[in-house]
């Protein structure tokens, strides 16, 4: 009869190295996960439910439809230099849209479009901003007043 050693629930046999020692670092990480999911969750106990919602940069209002249309977006970049860009939407909906840019904007910022069918102006703001690909990033925009008279064909 052989001895055993044994951690964090795994046994082996004495006198040699544990046969499974990524088993017993991927249960550590486990266990931290495990952890850090219980304070997150006591934490969103405690916050408001308008707190948590404001943290959700993803969190979507009503339907996206795809719907391709040329805009031309203009404002200021954070120098306060004016600047204006060509794009296409990638969806959109009655409130806003999606687009990728090449200028780049922040969280916030107030920027006007120009429906390059009907020659609708729309006044919006930046609500999301993607992570930066080949110098582009895709940006989720909000109309400050809804508009959709703003998407109907010329």
Request: with cysteine; aromatic share 8%; net charge positive.
């Amino acid at each position: 009869m052989s001895l055993m050693q044994c951690l964090e629930g795994y046994c082996w046999p004495t006198g040699r190295a544990p046969a499974v020692t990524w088993e017993i670092a991927l249960s550590r990480i486990w266990e931290a996960l495990r952890q850090a999911e219980k304070q997150r969750s006591r934490t969103e106990e405690r916050a408001p439910a308008a707190d948590r919602l404001q943290g959700d940069a993803d969190r979507r209002e009503g339907l996206r439809y795809v719907h391709n249309v040329s805009l031309l977006i203009y404002g200021s970049d954070s120098e306060k230099q004016p600047f204006h860009e060509e794009a296409e939407t990638i969806n959109a909906h009655e409130k806003g849209c999606s687009l990728i840019l090449e200028t780049v904007v922040v969280h916030g910022q107030r920027l006007f479009l120009t429906n390059m069918r009907n020659q609708a102006e729309q006044e919006c703001r930046v609500v999301h901003v993607g992570r930066r690909v080949r110098g582009k990033a895709r940006v989720g925009i909000e109309f400050v007043a809804p508009s959709a008279q703003f998407w109907r064909p010329a």
